[in-house]
């Protein structure tokens, strides 16, 4: 018997999911989920499902960085009385990681020496995102001993695409000595999403076209063409391409430098580990629609009826139109689905129905009632009957997605 940890470290919370496997034929089964949040806005709160035993936002005000709150989830799973699988944390066997930013690494890999310091040196790529995954790794090594650790990173699924897609007009020497070049993101839930609707659709993987669209505080869009990405609205780092809750998205580079004369300066957050500069915290972290609107709780901004708020959702919505209109030209008008992912692309019906009445000339059509109604399945159709071209909404899985690839392996 297979037990496996999927571990998802962000800066502010950790999440956690245990699934249980007898075979690589067959899908893990999930036993719990738990995770803690608010680890930078204390007190954290954590929340926990497995079986009948559930807690909901207890707060652990002695939880305080992504180390001890993966020590916290940890006991606590391990003291549930129907959850037998991890009362002895060596029954573990497999710890996979989501690992945002993999550079070059086209695949899961194991986490041993190597592999470690390969992924520190990438932190200068990614040190918003990367930091907080090796924080738990380094807690997985000392608190599971006997546990395989795993990487799975976001820019994997992207290996795939093209050379004139992922260079940048800039010195080749340069981009190749500092490895400059898109690399692209959410790799893990749009492996997901091709796989789950290539089911949905009865196709075979290889021969799946999709426009999938992963939208939530982070929001991305990617070509799928036989099954592998071939563009991603992300690029060297997850900044690129849309918008989100606190990120810019794409905005001209001499932007940064007009908004502030401390554009290289090191962040007040900075620190000997995390080396980030005033652009980066200020495009990362100060943009977005909380920017616009003060908030970055989208449901609140798609049904208000403020201005910055109508003018932050109308930006969404032009954006990923946009990105729609570019990648149905790179596939050919070759598309099987246009698929809706993510936490806001699962829930607001209100964005869905925005942003496909803008495509509605590449024949994209929805049925509303189908759009507003619940998403119950994991992939769902809500097409209009006459559509050219079908509309899906698909409740990606990142844990799951983790897990699935980790039973399913032979050589990991």
């Known amino acids: 018997m297979t037990i496996i940890l999927s571990v998802n470290a962000g800066s502010s919370s950790v999440k956690v999911s245990v699934y249980e496997t007898s075979s690589p034929a067959l899908s893990p089964a999930q036993l719990a989920e738990a995770s803690i949040s608010g680890l930078t806005v204390p007190p954290a709160a954590f929340t926990y499902a497995a079986g009948s035993t559930r807690a909901k936002n207890e707060q652990v005000p002695h939880v305080d960085s992504q180390e001890s709150a993966f020590d916290h989830i940890l006991d606590r799973l391990q003291s549930v009385e129907s959850l037998p699988q991890v009362s002895d944390k060596h029954n573990i066997t497999h710890v996979c990681h989501r690992v945002v930013h993999g550079g070059d690494y086209p695949e ?3 986490i041993d020496d190597n592999t470690f310091h390969h992924l520190q040196d990438l932190t200068e790529l990614a040190p918003l995102h990367n930091v907080s995954a090796l924080a738990i790794v380094k807690a997985c090594v000392k608190l599971l001993p006997k546990a395989k650790n795993i990487a799975y990173f976001d820019s994997s699924f992207h290996a795939s695409i093209p050379n004139a897609v992922k260079t940048y007009p800039i010195d080749p ?3 190749e000595m500092n ?3 898109k690399y692209g993101f959410h790799g893990i839930s749009y492996s997901f999403i091709t796989r789950s609707v290539a089911d949905f659709l009865g196709k075979n993987i290889d021969a799946t ?3 999938a669209l992963h939208l939530g505080s982070g929001a991305s869009a990617c070509a799928v063409k036989d099954g592998k990405s071939v563009d991603n609205s992300m690029g060297l780092t997850p900044l690129a391409g849309l918008p989100g809750a606190t990120r810019s998205g794409d905005v001209d580079p001499s932007l940064i430098f007009h908004f502030t004369h401390d554009a290289g300066k090191p962040a007040p957050g900075s620190s000997q580990k995390m080396h980030i500069s005033q652009a980066e915290e200020i495009l990362n972290k100060e943009s977005g629609w909380k920017a616009l609107t003060g908030t970055t709780d989208f449901g609140h901004i798609s049904s208000s009826s403020d201005p910055q708020c109508r003018l932050a959702f109308d930006i969404f919505t032009d954006r990923i139109a946009s ?3 570019s ?8 598309v099987d689905a246009l698929v809706f992912a993510g936490g806001i692309g699962e829930k607001a019906d209100v964005l869905r129905s925005r942003v496909v009445e803008k495509c509605r000339c590449l024949g994209f059509e929805l049925d509303q009632q189908k759009n ?4 119950e399945n994991t992939v769902q159709d809500i097409s209009s009957q006459g559509a050219r071209h079908r509309t899906i909404v698909c409740q990606t899985d990142e844990q799951f997605e983790m897990a699935r690839q980790c039973a399913a392996s032979q050589t990991l």
Not at 327 to 334: A, I, M, P, R, S
Request: proline share 0%; glycine share 12%.
């Open 108 to 110: 899961a890999h194991v």
């Open 173 to 175: 020497k340069v981009a």
């Open 179 to 181: 490895k400059l070049r």
């Open 209 to 211: 076209n999709l426009i």
């Open 323 to 325: 990105y729609i209109g």
């Open 327 to 334: 990648y149905f030209v790179k596939l050919d008008g070759n």
């Open 372 to 375: 507003e109604g619940v998403v």
